[in-house]
């Protein structure tokens, strides 16, 4: 494990199955990655400014030390494979 966490952000909307996909997704990457995750609702002041600026048209949204990574349904494949870069470039 990295001695500095790396930080997410998961912006969700209730009743989603999409996001309850990617809680379940990123409790598994965090047995295995230091990760600090925060996670906040869609209509959440500074996450909507952040999925508006990218254009993000659907919950949920993941964001990677302040870039998004990932929206809609995660791939846990991919996500492993950033994670093991250190995150995004």
Not at 6 to 12: A, C, D, F, N
Not at 33 to 50: C, K, V
Not at 67 to 72: E, H, K, V
């Amino acid at each position: 494990m990295a001695s500095e966490p790396l930080p997410l952000m998961l912006v969700t909307a209730p009743d989603c199955h999409l996001c309850a996909h990617a809680r379940a997704v990123l409790a598994r990457l965090a047995g295995e990655h230091a990760l600090l995750i925060e996670e906040r609702p869609w209509n959440d002041a500074e996450a909507s400014a952040w999925v508006r600026r990218d254009g993000v048209p659907f919950p949920p949204a993941l964001y990677l030390a302040g870039r998004l990574c990932a929206y809609g349904r995660l791939s846990e494949g991919r996500l492993r494979r950033l994670l093991a870069k250190g995150g995004p470039a």
